[in-house]
C-alpha cells in the first residue's frame, strides 16, 4: 500500500467557505498530482507538480490554487466553495525520473467534497 | 482525439467465476497502457502495466493482454472473489510529449456475488 495520506476524508461545508485539502507522502516523490473524479466518470487532471515550488494546470481547469512548499506536502485550496465543487478529489504521487507524467502513480484514498 | 473507452460499464458476476472486461484507446503516440483497481471510496491502485512490445502481462489472478495494432486491451480476471468487487480503469499514456500525459477510461464496475 502507498505512502500517500489524504485529509479529511469527508468533507461538508457550506458555499462560501474556504477550504484546503491536505495531500501528503512519505516516500520521497518529486511528482505530485491532484484529481477530480465525479461518480462513473473519468479521472481529470487539475493540477501538478514537479518538485518544490513547481505547480502546473492540469487538463481541466479549476477555481482551486495548490501549493508545494515541501517534498510532501501538496495542499489544495478552494478560497470560496461553491456546490459545482462537489467531487471526489484524488491526490497522486510518483517517483523520480524524466519530467514526464507517465510514470506509475500512486494515489491516496480521496477526499469526497460536498458544498451546500 | 485522444481517448480511452471502456466496456462494459457494469458488470455482475457469481464468485468463482472468470470475466474479461474491455478497453479501446485512440491515444497516440503510445506510451504504456495500465489497469488500475477502485474499491469505492479508495484511490486507484495499479493492478498491470505493459508497453508497446508486451502483450500480456499477469498478476495473480488478473492478466492484461495488449494488441497496440488494433489498439485494444482486456483485463481477465480468474476465479473471481468478493474482493474483486471495484472499479477497474484503463489508463493510457503517451510519448507525443516531455510530459506524457495519462488518459484515463470512465472504468468498468463489476460487482461479484456470492
Known amino acids: 500500500e502507498a505512502d500517500i495520506y489524504q485529509t479529511p476524508r469527508y468533507l461538508v461545508i457550506g458555499t462560501g467557505k474556504k477550504i484546503t485539502l491536505e495531500c501528503s507522502q512519505t516516500m520521497g516523490h518529486d511528482k505530485m498530482y491532484w484529481y477530480q473524479q465525479d461518480p462513473g466518470m473519468e479521472l481529470h487532471l487539475i493540477h501538478y507538480s514537479y518538485g518544490v515550488n513547481s505547480t502546473e494546470k492540469g487538463d481541466l481547469s479549476s477555481e482551486s490554487t495548490v501549493s508545494r512548499i515541501r517534498t510532501e506536502h501538496f495542499p489544495l485550496t478552494l478560497e470560496s466553495a461553491r456546490p459545482s465543487h462537489t467531487s471526489q478529489y484524488l491526490c497522486a504521487s510518483s517517483a523520480p525520473g524524466d519530467r514526464a507524467l507517465s510514470n506509475t502513480q500512486y494515489f491516496g484514498p480521496g477526499t469526497r467534497l460536498t458544498v451546500l | ?114
Not at chain 2, 44 to 63: A, H
Not at chain 2, 95 to 110: A, E, N, P
Open chain 2, 1 to 114: 482525439k485522444n481517448q480511452v473507452e471502456q466496456s462494459p460499464q457494469s458488470l455482475i458476476i457469481l464468485e468463482g467465476k472468470n470475466c474479461t472486461l474491455q478497453c479501446n484507446y485512440t491515444v497516440s503516440p503510445f506510451s504504456n497502457l495500465r489497469w488500475y483497481k477502485q474499491d469505492t471510496g479508495r484511490g486507484p491502485v495499479s493492478l498491470t502495466i505493459m508497453t508497446f512490445s508486451e502483450n500480456t502481462k499477469s498478476n495473480g489472478r488478473y492478466t492484461a493482454t495488449l494488441d497496440a495494432d488494433t489498439k485494444q486491451s482486456s483485463l481477465h480476471i480468474t476465479a473471481s472473489q468478493l474482493s474483486d468487487s471495484a472499479s477497474y480503469i484503463c489508463v493510457v499514456s503517451d510519448r507525443g510529449s516531455t510530459l506524457g500525459r495519462l488518459y484515463f477510461g470512465r472504468g468498468t464496475q463489476l460487482t461479484v456475488w456470492p
